[in-house]
Structures are given as C-alpha cells and as structure tokens.
C-alpha cells in the first residue's frame, strides 16, 4: 500500500566517497514522490544541497545527522515510511541505527526500498559472503575478523598480499592492500577502527583481475532489469571511484556477460532487495574467465547517478516508485513516452568516466591508488568510441586540454632521442605503469609512443589487451597527423582525428602551430561537430528529450528552435574549493532562465549532478 507520507534521509557534508550524486538522487526522488501525492519530509545537514531547497520537500530539516535527531522528527512528522536508500552509506546506517533503537517500531514507520534484513546481510562481509556461497556463487577466499588475534590467524591461512575490506563503511574507508607482515598491523587495526561494526574482511588478493559494476533494479514481482555495465580500465585493487570506467562493458563475450546478468540477478534475490535498486560488483580473471561476487550496495550508489546519465534511465526516480509499490511496466520512459521502465537500455555510443585527484593540494601525499577511494570529483564524457569518449573524459579534468596527451613530450610524440634516453625513458613509464597512480593511463599511451609492444604494456599496466589496442589507436592517429605537418594534411586525416575525440589544441601541439590555425583548416575542410541524442533505445524510438553529446560522425540529432536561449556553463567535476554550491546556482540559473521564456542550453560534464538531469531544462 502506497504510503500517504515518507521521510527521506539525506547524505550530509560533501565527503570522499559520497559527493553531489546523492543531492541528484534525493532531488529526482523528491520530484517522483510529489508527483504521487505523497507527503514528503526531508532531512539533511548540508544547506549547499538542491533537495533542501523549499520547493521539494513539503518539510526540509537542517539538522545533524544523527539518531536522535531524526528521532525527535519521526516523533513530530509520523511519516509512514522511510526511504533511506537515497543518502549513501550515512542513510542506511542511520536507518540500520533507528531500527535497533526501536524507533521506527516504536512510531509505526514502515521502511521502503531495502529491508533491514537485506541491508544487514549486504552490508554485513561475513552475512554477504554466506548468502553468496548459499546460492553457489563464487566469492574469494576471505575471513571475517573483528580482532588482532583472528586477523592473524587469517593471514596464515591467505599468505600475503591481502586486500582489507571493513564492513559498513563509505568509500572503502579503511580498506587496503596489505603486501607484507610489516605493514599489516597497523593497517588492519586502521581497518578495524572505521568500521563501525569493528569487522573487517581480510580477502585473497585478486590483483590485476578485470572488475566491473551490474546496476540493478528489482520489483514487487520480481521483474529485474539490468540498467548498465561498467567495466573499470584499471584492474582490481583500485577501488572504482579511483578507476576509469566505460559503460557499456568492453571485454567480456556474450556468455560471460548473460552468466554475470544472471548471477547479479541472483544475488538480488538471495540478499532481498525486493523494490529497488542495487550496484553490484564483479571480479573475473584474465585468464580463465572464473567470475567471483565482490560486494553489493542495496542503495542508489555513485555509480547509479552515472549509469543513470550515461543511459538516460533515471534509476533513483525508478527506484523511488518501485518503493512505493509500483512495477517496472507501470513506469513511463520520459525519453522516448513510448517504452516502459522494463526496457533495458541499449547504447550506441559509449560513456567514459575518469575520476579527479587533488594530490597536489597535500604536499608529499603519495600518489598510489588502493581499495580506498581518494578522488574528490569525476567527469564524464560520451562517444561513438572508447578512444574518443577516453580523450574527451580527460580534457574535462581541465588539466591542460590534449587529452590523452604525454607526461614527458612537448609535442605529445616524442622527437629524436639517443638509444639511451629511449631506455631511460622507458624505465620511468615502466615505473608508473607497473603501479596504481592517477598518471597511468598516460603511462599507457606514453609507452606506445616510445615502440614498447602492446602485450608488454598490457603485462605490466594490468590493463586488458582491448584498451591498450584502443589506446594504442589514438596513438597512430597521432603519428599520421605527426608526420604529415601542416601542408599534409587532408580533410580524411583531420576528420580521422576528430572522430578519434582529439581537441584542436592537441592537433595543434601535433603539429608544432596554434590552436586558432587548426581551427581555420578545420573549417575549410567543413569539418563541425554535430550532435546525438542519448535516447535509452540506440535510435529505435525517437527521443523527446533534448539530452545530446557531441560527435562528429553522421547528422546533427538536435533541433535548433526559433527561440531566445541562453547558454549556462556547469563547474565542471568537483574539487577542493568548488562542489556542489556551483551546481545549485546552475539549477536557479536554469530555473529562473525558464520562467523568463528563454529556452535553456546547460553544457557540463559532471554526472553527479542536478544540473545534467535530462528533465533540467
């Protein structure tokens, strides 16, 4: 029974691990929930939010978040039910923590979305791995330790390296690698301190296997659509707000990927995420193809918010009514208004991720990656090809605009060298690619140039052969455009160049002139961008809504209307100094452009935020 009131917890401050995506999932929830007449009140303490503006909840409380303050406003509200799977971890623990209070018994308040049962067993690494193994599904080998004694003991058992996951806890706080005995110590009593269960997983490493990301939703009668597959570039042991990602997945066969649908179905099953929707997280190894469950989160998640833009299905939206009882064929797509929510999306284009570190704010913080999340802000980008969504994704950082451009040449290829500064070279992109750093993929790109072989830099990167072969395609497309200069070049080869995602700017460092000159031959070659529409249905049905990425490959999708319009310019991915206060000044920017009449264009590359909503503008 639909509930007539719901209280919805927020995510709090901006923290590593939980940013802007869960302000874009409780806005699209909020907006959902009024549209069926339910009574909404909010709770969240962060005032830079969208969600706690006025107009989207019928009642918003600043408050800590904290037990008993959301007891105090249960206990003033009495809302039917509680919808926590909106506000990252710090929501569902918090309802875990209401619910072992008794307060929501205590208050008659029904939770809707995830169980506690199915939070307990998803969030729980012993539950978790005893649910998988009941249902015959392969986890590694691991031990639940909640003690030094015990962590020990399991080490004898594993041999190192191990990798260290604490339960409960957001971003893999707390979560390592362990290489040796002499670090080990002090990493797992670090672990079993951010665990507010004090229990941690001490895991067989699964080093260098690929890792991937099924986004799931689930209905009252057990329909189950898989919305998107992420595939992250690096490989495991870096946790996957650090990796770069692509959707959809590159490198699985068509059997490796319907046995991983089915056993993401499965575990939705078995942990009992009945209305909803759940990340769940995939390791398999290079080798052999063996498939092993890692983790699940019952929860709208990071990377819910970029399925949901790299696909157009607006999965928090769709789990918010799935709660309320509805089922996947009741739902609309807003894009198309001809399919229900029970279509899969199918994409002809390919979405890219890359993650934004901010290093160089801790002086002498070390640069390797681990299970633990330590990026502050991502960008997105869409293409019709790896390559040119890759190249695309990296100009957003906002770094120096090549894109997939060179850690050690001017000119991105690298000019005449000696023998032995070709090896000296070498030996420093060997030492950045054989570790976890946020440079690699450049190492990647740099170690093609120097004439290393694709398999030694996939051996030592841990890449798969596929995204090195992409890579090293961009690369070539260099060397032509390289070699040719300026009075050889041909409308084929810039044309090549841009459909390979390259900026003008990198032609331009190509080519030894500036960016305005490639900018004027592009133009009398005749070669402009043109726009596609992200549709949900790879052009099966025409799309509504104007949601486009640039490309230059077919005919423009996009319809210029006889309007005025005004152009709003997005922040870009979130860093220390500039989050989500920037995408709320978007919105109202957005919002008032509208009422005056103006017809709105919002360019960002950030997939966390309100602003990149399809329905936005």
């Given at each position: ?329 009741e739902i609309k797509n807003d894009i198309t208004k001809m399919t229900t929510a029970a279509f899969e999306p199918a994409l002809d284009y390919v979405a890219v991720k890359v993650p934004y570190f901010a290093f160089e704010r801790f002086q002498g913080a070390r640069q390797v990656l681990s299970t633990q999340m330590r990026s502050v802000g991502e960008a997105m980008a869409l293409g019709r090809c790896f390559g040119s ?229």
């Amino acid at each position: 029974m639909k509930p007539s009131s719901v209280l919805i917890i927020g995510s709090g401050p901006i923290v590593i691990g939980q940013g802007c995506e869960f302000d874009y999932s409780g806005v699209q929830a909020l907006k959902a929930l009024r549209a069926m007449g339910v009574r909404t009140i909010l709770v969240n303490s962060n005032p830079a939010t969208i969600m706690t503006d006025p107009e989207f909840a019928d009642k918003t409380y600043i408050i800590p978040l904290v037990p008993e303050a959301v007891e105090d406003v249960i206990k003033r509200e009495r809302p039917e039910a509680l919808l926590p799977t909106l506000g990252g971890q710090t929501a569902l623990n918090l309802a875990m923590a209401l619910a072992e209070m008794g307060v929501l018994e205590t208050y008659k308040v029904r939770l809707i979305g995830a169980r506690i049962e199915a939070i307990r067993t998803a969030e729980s690494r012993e539950m978790f791995r005893e649910a998988m193994r009941s249902i015959g599904l392969e986890v590694p080998k691991s031990f639940v330790v909640k003690n030094m004694d015990e962590a020990h003991r399991a080490i004898e058992e594993l041999g190192f390296p191990v990798c260290l996951r604490p339960s409960f806890t957001l971003g893999g706080s707390g979560g390592e690698m362990a290489f040796s005995a002499d670090e080990f110590d002090d990493l797992i009593a670090r672990a079993l301190f951010e665990s507010p269960v004090h229990e941690v997983l001490v895991e067989q490493s699964l080093l260098n296997y690929k890792e991937f990301e099924l986004e799931v939703v689930r209905d009252r009668k057990d329909n189950c659509v898989i919305v998107c597959s992420i595939e992250n570039v690096d490989p495991m042991g870096v946790h996957t707000g650090d990796s770069i990602t692509v959707a959809p997945q590159q490198t699985l066969t068509d059997k490796e990927y319907q046995k991983m649908r089915d056993s993401a179905i499965a575990v939705m099953r078995a942990i009992g995420v009945d209305t909803g929707g759940a990340n769940i997280q995939f390791a398999v190894d290079p080798k052999t193809g063996k498939q092993f469950v890692i983790e699940m989160n019952p929860r709208v998640s990071r990377s819910s918010a970029l399925a949901s833009k790299a696909t157009g299905y607006p999965i928090a939206k769709v789990a918010t009514l799935l709660a309320l009882g509805h089922t996947l064929d009741e739902i609309k797509n807003d894009i198309t208004k001809m399919t229900t929510a029970a279509f899969e999306p199918a994409l002809d284009y390919v979405a890219v991720k890359v993650p934004y570190f901010a290093f160089e704010r801790f002086q002498g913080a070390r640069q390797v990656l681990s299970t633990q999340m330590r990026s502050v802000g991502e960008a997105m980008a869409l293409g019709r090809c790896f390559g040119s969504a890759l190249e695309k994704a990296l100009r957003s950082l906002e770094t120096d605009g090549a894109g997939l451009g060179s850690l050690f040449f001017e000119r991105i290829l690298p000019t005449a060298q000696t023998g032995v500064e070709r090896e000296e070279m070498i030996a420093k992109v060997f030492g950045l690619l054989s570790t976890p750093n946020p440079k690699r993929i450049f190492a990647v790109a740099d170690a093609l140039r120097l004439g290393v072989r694709e398999e030694e830099v996939a051996r030592v990167s841990g890449y798969d052969p596929f995204f090195v072969r992409e890579i090293a395609g961009q690369v070539e497309v260099e060397r032509e455009i390289f070699l040719r200069g300026v009075g050889g070049l041909t409308r084929e080869c810039v044309h090549r160049a841009k459909r390979a995602g390259f900026s003008d700017k990198k032609i331009a460092l190509l080519l030894g002139v500036r960016e305005e000159e490639v900018r004027d031959i592009r133009g009398r070659f005749g070669i402009h961008p043109v726009y596609n529409s992200v549709d949900t249905c790879a052009g099966e049905f025409e799309a509504l809504t104007p949601y486009f990425y640039s490309t230059y490959e077919g005919e423009s999708e996009s319809r210029v209307a006889e309007t005025k319009k005004v152009v709003i310019i997005g922040s870009g991915p979130n860093r220390i100094g500039q989050g989500i206060e920037f995408d709320y000044c978007c919105v109202h920017g957005v919002m008032q452009a509208k009422e005056m009449g103006c017809e709105v264009v919002m360019i960002n590359c950030n997939p966390e935020t309100v602003s990149t909503d399809y329905d936005m503008v």
